[in-house]
């Protein structure tokens, strides 16, 4: 039996309202699996957590908050077409089809970096200098010293290579792996990142993969990274000791920022 598969054809009112509507029957179908989160795998490669909520009045679910920078980001507009098809665990894939019936050729990362990055942009290969600091969690050095050699090997590594833009850095633990969860010094949080935002998009620095996540800022500061955090350590097998070097590249989007992931693998003898 194949996936459950459904589309939708965009009307203005989901664009202006930022809200699209499930299709009932197959919320009758599917209500039980669910989640508050659906996650959207799109052709390529960018995933886009949207939460699921009830609209007053009839309780109708739709998709609200993430809808409408996933529409912004792949120009949809009135009667595009979208074709969901549903894996499971509210994990959709979908296609994206203009008003002429013809699949959207789907930005590539190159054209969006060249986008995106006019706040920050300082690449590596054509600049000098000593680079920007890195900001590290307040524990940095009792990680570093509960570190195997190897680990400490690896952190060294992340911690001289040269960027030039803000970054941060996480020594991935078990607890990033199991819950998951990891942290965003609060530091970087208050010096880079606006209030209003609740995203990060990551893309790789190598794979040109991208992953999006969302957060939320903790009381006493900093961020705590949730929903997509642990597809991001999934598809890139990261374990124990790997090191994630964090580069802002674009903060100026209203609800999300873009950040390239440097990844720096441990490895033992």
């Not at 965009?10 to 029957?25: G, T």
């Not at 499971?88 to 008003?99: A, K, L, T």
């Not at 019936?101 to 300082?122: F, G, K, L, M, W």
């Not at 790997?242 to 209203?254: K, M, Q, W, Y």
Request: hydrophobic share 35%.
């Amino acid at each position: 039996m194949g996936s459950p598969s459904f589309c939708l054809i965009i009307i203005q009112s989901a664009i202006d309202e930022k809200k699209l509507l499930l299709p009932v029957e197959f919320v009758s179908q599917h209500c039980g699996d669910l989640a508050k989160f659906a996650t959207f795998r799109a052709p390529d490669g960018r995933t886009w957590p949207i939460l699921i909520a009830r609209r007053s009045g009839d309780g109708k679910k739709m998709f609200t908050r993430g809808w409408s920078e996933f529409a912004a980001y792949y120009s949809i507009s009135h009667a595009y077409l979208i074709a969901f098809k549903y894996k499971g665990n509210s994990d959709f894939h979908v296609r994206i089809f203009d008003p002429t019936c013809c699949e959207i050729a789907y930005p590539t990362p190159r054209t969006v970096d060249q986008h995106e990055s006019t706040q920050y942009e300082n690449d590596e290969e054509s600049s000098g200098g000593d680079g920007i600091p890195i900001t590290t969690s307040r524990n940095y050095d009792k990680v570093y010293q509960k570190a195997t050699p190897s680990g400490q090997r690896t952190i060294l590594a992340a911690t001289k290579h040269k960027l030039h833009n803000p970054s941060f850095m996480l020594v991935v633990q078990p607890y990033n792996l199991s819950n998951p969860v990891a942290y965003v010094p609060g530091e970087f949080a208050a010096k880079h990142l606006s209030p209003d935002c609740s995203s990060i998009l990551v893309r790789d620095s190598v794979s040109r993969g991208e992953w999006a996540i969302q957060f939320t800022w903790r009381d006493r500061g900093g961020l705590n990274l949730g929903l997509g955090w642990g597809a991001f350590t999934m598809d890139n097998e990261l374990k124990p000791e790997d090191v994630c070097r964090f580069e802002l590249i674009s903060s100026d989007a209203e609800r999300y920022c873009v950040m390239k992931a440097h990844l720096f693998r441990v490895s033992y003898p």
